[in-house]
């Protein structure tokens, strides 16, 4: 017997995830969970293991079957031998969610550990090419009418993780690339930033408090830098002498674009 989940964002895309299905949540397939989460770079966290039982075997964990589970890992030998084919030990580690602020825990295999990326808010390579291109991308999906081959919405379903396995479904080459924790990880410093916020449990561009290039503060001077900077990309074919700085600060502004034909080399 198989089980299979979807995930779809928008019209545009479906993500399909099939596995065999689960008689019982026993600690082989916790220890299966651990090793894929290991495998996305990311924090094996309570929230992180409960949303991969539902996203990978269709299983919803109730608060009842959590607290059983999580007594199982906590006493393994509390476990009927008939109830599992491996004697699994685990680490359980208190820690503070930074999403939430609130204390959970994490789960390890016995003196285990690997380099999860999702939980910093202070990436080495934050000024990277990579995360330029990951704020690029993420820019042009929610101002572009069909969001790189995906139809655009007004925000992205499944929060933090959500919005990082999109990225990774449909961003660029190179964030195609990127463990699930390293993208979990941009979108934590993009919404810490103010670029991107929550709608809900979605999350949404922030026009209104998003960083601006110098051309203006606030929804009016950031549109108006980003049609700018469209416009100068397209105009390939011409010289650019001078663009004017916004008249004035609101949601109508104006510049001034100065331009002439390139001269021909012969």
């Known amino acids: 017997m198989i089980v299979v989940t979807r995930r779809e964002y928008g019209t545009g895309l479906v993500q399909v995830f099939v596995s065999l299905k689960l008689q019982t949540v026993s600690l ?16 094996p966290t309570e929230r992180a293991i ?9 299983i919803k964990m109730t608060t009842h079957k959590w ?3 999580l007594e199982a890992i906590r006493n393994p030998k509390l476990v009927a031998k008939d109830e599992k ?23 390890y295999p016995k003196d285990y550990r690997w380099i999860a990326l999702d939980m910093s808010l202070k990436p080495t390579d934050i000024n990277s090419s990579l995360y330029k291109e990951f ?4 820019e042009s999906y929610f101002l572009s009418e069909h969001g790189m081959n995906c139809i655009a919405t007004k925000s ?36 810490s930033e103010g670029m991107l916020k929550y709608k809900g ?13 110098s051309n203006g503060k606030g929804r009016g001077g950031y549109k108006l830098g980003l049609v ?5 990309e397209a105009l390939t074919e011409l010289s650019l002498i001078h663009i004017s700085e916004p008249t004035r600060q609101a949601e109508i502004s104006y510049a001034v674009f100065c331009l002439k034909k390139k001269k021909k080399k012969k």
């Open 67 to 69: 607290t059983k589970l």
């Open 156 to 191: 992205i379903s499944g929060g933090r993780y959500g919005c990082a396995q999109f990225v990774k479904a449909c961003g660029t080459s190179s964030l195609r690339m990127c463990s699930l924790g390293q993208l979990s990880q941009f979108v934590q410093v993009a919404i």
């Open 28 to 43: 082989d397939a916790v220890m299966w969970i651990l090793k894929s989460l290991e495998r996305d770079s990311m924090t």
């Open 85 to 107: 084919r491996e004697n699994y030990e685990f680490d359980v580690l208190e820690i503070e969610d930074i999403v939430s602020g609130s204390k959970t825990y994490s789960i």
């Open 228 to 232: 700018k900077r469209r416009i100068v």
């Open 201 to 213: 449990a979605a999350l949404a561009w922030n026009f209104n408090e998003s960083k601006v290039p």
């Open 135 to 138: 704020t690029g991308f993420l």
């Open 50 to 58: 409960q949303s991969r039982f539902k996203e990978s075997f269709g």
